[in-house]
Every structure is written in structure tokens, then in C-alpha cells.
């Protein structure tokens, strides 16, 4: 299974604040939407072997974890994507993981909680970074993990104790928006068959 994790200091977390505002003005949320797509989607189909986790931490009630995998009983298109980021908020309980749909659930959960459940689940984790290791150089198993962040870029507290544990990896020279670095880093995966 491929995770990937996005993460959001500003995103909104809670359905009624993504209702009121724009995706811009909602912490931007077009941009947690466009990474969703380049990690999810294909041309005329869906990946079924990825697992996306959108981390926010925006008001009104952080933080938040939603995790979406696509099955066949999750009918969704690029169109919808806010739409249903907005329902799994909506249906928040507190105090629980709570499934709202097949594949999306939502809880409330830290990003470093987040990332030592995926640690302790047996999987490598790549933080994307542009000083990390050249993503073509990287030997990447099936079980993987991939982090990256807004256009603030991830939590530096945490970041300052993961990246002497964990992984930095480079998808290129150059600053690329977090939805390119999702699809980049999808390209690698399906050149190697992972």
C-alpha cells in the first residue's frame, strides 16, 4: 500500500467553516484538492493501492485527520472532491475514528500521531524535501509513505525530530507545487511497478 500525507497548518476543520468560505480563504483547501486528484485519479480511472491522509490543523476545531482510499463502493470524480471533504468534517464525532463513508473517516489526531501509526504499521516514510535524497537514487519498498506539505510546508517542531529518523527524498532542483510533487512522485511509483 502507498500512503500519501498531506499536511495543512490553516485548513479549516469543520464542515460549517469549509461551507462559509472560499477554498482559498478556507485555509487553502484548493490546494489539499488538487494534491487529492494528482494522488488518486488517473485518465479514465482510480488508484485503488493508494491511501491519502489529509492532516489539518486551521480552526475551528484542530487538529484533523481524514484518510480516503478509493474502492469500488466510493463513487467519486475530480468534481466532487471538496464537496466530500466537507460531508467527512460534517460527520466528525468526537472521541472516535469514525468512518463516515467506505473509505473516509475522519478523527481527531496529530500529525506526528499519524506518522508513528504509519511507522508502527511497517511502513518506510519519504519526507519530501528539496535538500533529501534524489527520489531516482531511492531504493522505495511496496509499503511506503510519502509526506509533504501546504505551501507553509510541514510543522517544525515535529519536522525537526523526524528528519533525523526518517527519510528525506527530492522529486527534482526545483520548487514544485505540492499537487506536482504528488504526481511526480506517482510517475516514479509506476515506472518501478510499485
Do not use: W
Amino acid at each position: 500500500m502507498k500512503h500519501f500525507v498531506y499536511f495543512s497548518a490553516n485548513a479549516v476543520t469543520s464542515g460549517k467553516a469549509l461551507s462559509q468560505n472560499s477554498l482559498m480563504q478556507a485555509g487553502r483547501m484548493d490546494i489539499a484538492i488538487h494534491s487529492f486528484i494528482q494522488g488518486i485519479f488517473l485518465s479514465h480511472g482510480v488508484r485503488k493501492d493508494v491511501k491519502f491522509h489529509f492532516i489539518f490543523y486551521g480552526m475551528p476545531d484542530p487538529p484533523k485527520h481524514i484518510e480516503i482510499q478509493v474502492n469500488p463502493e466510493l463513487q467519486i470524480s475530480k468534481k466532487d472532491v471538496g464537496t466530500l471533504i466537507k460531508k467527512i468534517l460534517y460527520k466528525y464525532r468526537e472521541g472516535e475514528k469514525y468512518e463516515v463513508m467506505s473509505g473516509c473517516s475522519v478523527e481527531k489526531k496529530s500529525f506526528l500521531h499519524v506518522i508513528e501509526e504509519l511507522i508502527d504499521e511497517g511502513n518506510e516514510i519519504f519526507i519530501l524535501d528539496k535538500k533529501g535524497q534524489d527520489i531516482r537514487e531511492a531504493e522505495i519498498p511496496e509499503d511506503c509513505v510519502f509526506v509533504l506539505g501546504d505551501q507553509e510546508g510541514l510543522p517544525k517542531k515535529e519536522m525537526k525530530r523526524l528528519k533525523k529518523e526518517l527519510n528525506l527524498i527530492s522529486v527534482g532542483p526545483k520548487m514544485y507545487f505540492a499537487s506536482q510533487t504528488v504526481a511526480i512522485v506517482n510517475n516514479e511509483l509506476d515506472r518501478r511497478e510499485i
